[in-house]
């Protein structure tokens, strides 16, 4: 179990998956200038890109953290069982999760939070599981905390939503909407904190309510930025977004800022999908950003 100390909070990686994505580079990446990506290939491969195939490799993992108050999941990656024939890297996983979760020390019944940073399908599906065919929260005693905005922006019962794009209903339907029905979601407006170090702040762009977290804990300082930042290349190419962001120009802006924030506050940056080893320190270079990769210590 890889781990990581920030002050005195702990955080530690719990893997879902670990691969290739499902499209070639350029598609993932719609930005992307194939002169410019090659300049990385040495340290892009063969960890972060498969260049037999044309593939970014990334990871989906969830982040737990650890403070002396809270037992915090932050993303909750894809999920089992889930119907994803539209996202066949999340389609029908069969993953032992919270077998892993329980290895780091941590039973469902512990988690008090869970914060999804957006809900796209592979950062909400570990909020519920199958039981007796019903979607039933994962963690029966946590708080579901994501921005009121992404909520709006996702439920499929706002105008012809439903019919426009049934498998995202799905997705709100067997990730979303059962933590809202038991109680347990708190909808966020703006900045929120959850204690004295966790900060949780707007950054939208890859969604409109996307969320970042920051910690900070005797000096030590952490950004949790979801998919503001997808890929390592996106450090050094911050303008390109992913197939994905879907508010564009927001999205890139939303990158640098978090970039920016890193390099002037010596922040780590934990991604939800960086391959190994996952976490990365971020430098200012010829007035862009470097990437220094940061082993679990
Ligand atoms: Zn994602």
Same mark, same amino acid.
């Given at each position: ?5 920030? /002050? ?74 889930? =119907? ?9 996983? =069969? ?9 780091? /020390? ?25 039981? =007796? ?80 977290? %920051? ?45 920016? %924030? ?10 939800? %999908?960086?391959?190994?080893? %996952? ?19």
């Amino acid at each position: 179990m890889q781990s990581w100390m920030i /002050g005195n909070t702990r955080v530690t990686r719990i893997e879902e998956q670990v691969g290739p994505n499902d499209v070639p580079a350029a598609t993932f990446l719609p930005d992307l200038v194939r002169e410019r990506f090659d300049r990385h290939l040495p340290w892009l491969v063969p960890v972060h890109y498969d260049p037999a195939n044309d593939k970014l490799i990334t990871s989906n993992h969830s982040w737990l953290i650890r403070t002396d108050r809270h037992t915090i999941l932050l993303d909750s990656c894809a999920g089992n069982h889930k =119907n994803r024939p539209w996202l066949p890297r999340f389609h029908q996983l =069969n993953v032992p999760f919270l077998e892993r979760l329980r290895a780091a /020390g941590v039973a469902p019944e512990d988690i008090d939070i869970v914060l999804c940073t957006h809900l796209h399908a592979d950062h909400v599906g570990w909020n519920t599981r199958l039981e =007796n065919g019903r979607w039933v929260p994962t963690f029966p005693k946590a708080r579901y905390l994501f921005s009121r905005t992404e909520k709006e922006h996702f439920d499929p019962a706002i105008g012809d939503r439903r019919a426009k794009n049934p498998g995202r209903a799905e997705m709100y339907d067997d990730s979303v909407l059962p933590v809202i029905q038991s109680g347990q979601s708190v909808l966020l407006d703006g900045e929120h904190a959850i204690d004295d170090r966790l900060l949780v702040k707007p950054a939208p762009g890859h969604t409109p309510g996307h969320v970042v977290l %920051h910690l900070s804990d005797r000096g030590d300082k952490a950004l949790f930025c979801g998919d503001v930042c997808h890929h390592p290349i996106q450090v050094h190419e911050p303008d390109w977004n992913t197939r994905f962001c879907e508010v564009p120009d927001m999205a890139r802006a939303t990158r640098r800022r978090a970039l920016e %924030h890193c390099a002037e506050q010596g922040a780590l940056l934990f991604p939800t %999908h960086f391959a190994s080893p %996952h976490v990365a320190r971020i430098t200012s270079a010829q007035g862009g950003f470097g990437v220094e990769f940061v082993p679990e210590k």
